[in-house]
C-alpha cells in the first residue's frame, strides 16, 4: 500500500455568500463565485502549495462547487503534475435550495441550540448526515492507497465544516470535540502527515472555541 505522505485539506477562499447572505436567495449555493479577495487568497495558498509539493505529484479531489473549482484554478498547480477528480462527496453541507436570509438565521439559531452535528436543516443535511458521506469518501481515498503508484500527495479541495469532519472521521474525534472546534477560515489548510509510526497527524490543530462537553466516558 502506497499510502501518501501528506493529505492537504483547503477550505474554498472567499465567496459571495461569505460576504452578502442575501446571495442565497437569487443565486443557488453551488453556483456562488470567490470574491476578489477570495481570488486573492487562494493565489496565495497556491504559492504555498507549490512550494509544498515541489515535482512531486498530487492527486487532487474537489468538490462540484464553483468556488472550489475556482480556487483550485488560483492555486495554478501544472497541469502535468496533478491528477484531478471531482468529487460530490465532498460538497458543502445541503442547507436546502433557495435560501431566505431570514430563514435561514433563524435555523442557525436553533443549531447553535441544538447543536451542529445533529441538527438537520429543514431541506437540507444535518452535520451527521455529511459525516457519512464523507466517511464513503474516505472507504474510496484508503482504496486508491492500494495502487503502487499512488501519488505522494493528496489535496482535498472542499469547504470549513466537510474538513472539519473529514477530520473527525480520520482521527476518531467524538461529537463534543467536533461541536467545539470552529470551521478553518477561507483559503486556509490543514495537513495530515504521515509519521515514521506509520500514524498520521494534523500539522496545527483547528481553533477551539469552548471546551468539549461530553457525555460519557468516551470524550
Known amino acids: ?37 477570495g481570488w486573492r487568497q487562494a493565489a496565495e495558498t497556491g504559492e504555498r502549495l507549490r512550494e509544498l509539493f515541489g ?51 433563524l435555523q442557525k439559531a436553533y443549531r447553535d441550540a441544538y447543536g451542529h452535528f445533529f441538527y438537520r436543516f429543514a431541506q437540507g443535511e444535518s452535520g451527521a448526515d455529511v459525516y457519512d458521506r464523507v466517511g464513503a469518501f474516505l472507504e474510496s481515498l484508503y482504496r486508491s492507497f492500494e495502487a503502487p503508484d499512488h501519488p505522494p500527495n493528496v489535496l482535498l479541495v472542499t469547504h470549513g465544516l466537510t474538513m472539519r469532519l473529514f477530520c473527525m472521521r480520520w482521527f476518531h474525534w467524538t461529537v463534543a470535540d467536533f461541536e467545539s472546534l470552529s470551521n478553518p477560515g477561507n483559503a486556509e489548510t490543514r495537513t495530515l502527515l504521515l509519521g515514521n509510526d506509520g500514524r498520521y497527524r494534523l500539522d496545527r490543530p483547528f481553533e477551539r472555541w469552548r471546551t468539549p462537553e461530553p457525555y460519557g466516558p468516551t470524550g
Not at 475556482?70 to 433557495?98: C, I, K, M, S, Y
Open 55 to 105: 515535482d512531486e505529484p498530487v492527486s487532487v479531489y474537489v468538490s462540484p462547487y464553483r468556488r472550489t473549482h475556482e480556487t483550485l484554478r488560483a492555486f495554478r498547480l501544472p497541469a502535468e503534475q496533478v491528477r484531478v477528480r471531482e468529487e460530490p462527496r465532498l460538497r458543502e453541507q445541503d442547507w436546502g435550495n433557495w435560501q431566505e436570509r431570514e430563514d435561514v438565521r
Open 1 to 37: 500500500m502506497a499510502r501518501p505522505r501528506r493529505i492537504v485539506l483547503v477550505r474554498h477562499g472567499e465567496s459571495e455568500g461569505n460576504v452578502d447572505d442575501t446571495v442565497y436567495e437569487r443565486e443557488p449555493d453551488h453556483a456562488l463565485r470567490l470574491t476578489e479577495t
